[in-house]
């Protein structure tokens, strides 16, 4: 069983930097890819980044260029560091696992980027 606990979340001012941490504190055997969502106020959830186990990285646009996902697999832990952050970043964060047995989520992290 894939359990996710997230953490590095909470209020940063536009121009700023935060990582999140995910890790998989269950069985990490079988993981593809670990990576992030986010879902912002009154918006669909949508792809941040995603990294596999053989570190093929894929950003979204919107952070590409200002955004590194990285993994760890000794730690079973998937990283996002987030720099020039713009209030329109602010959002749910969701860690998300891409394994053969199935997808697994995280339950979310707030991310308020405001001055």
């Known amino acids: 069983q894939v359990q996710l606990v997230e953490s590095g979340g909470g209020l940063v001012q536009p121009g700023g930097s935060l990582r999140l941490s995910c890790t998989n504190t269950?069985?990490?055997?079988?993981?593809?890819?670990m990576g992030w969502y986010r879902q912002g106020p009154g918006k669909q959830r949508e792809l941040v980044a995603d990294?596999?186990?053989?570190?093929?990285?894929n950003y979204a646009d919107s952070v590409k260029g200002r955004s590194t996902i990285s993994i760890d697999t000794g730690k079973n832990t998937v990283y996002l560091e987030m720099n020039s952050l713009k209030p329109e970043d602010t959002a749910v964060y969701f860690c998300?696992?891409?394994?053969?047995?199935?997808?697994?989520w995280g339950q979310g992290i707030q991310v308020t980027v405001s001055s």
């Open positions: 990294i596999t186990t053989s570190r093929h990285t």
């Open positions: 998300y696992v891409v394994a053969s047995r199935g997808n697994y």
């Open positions: 269950g069985n990490p055997f079988g993981i593809y890819v």
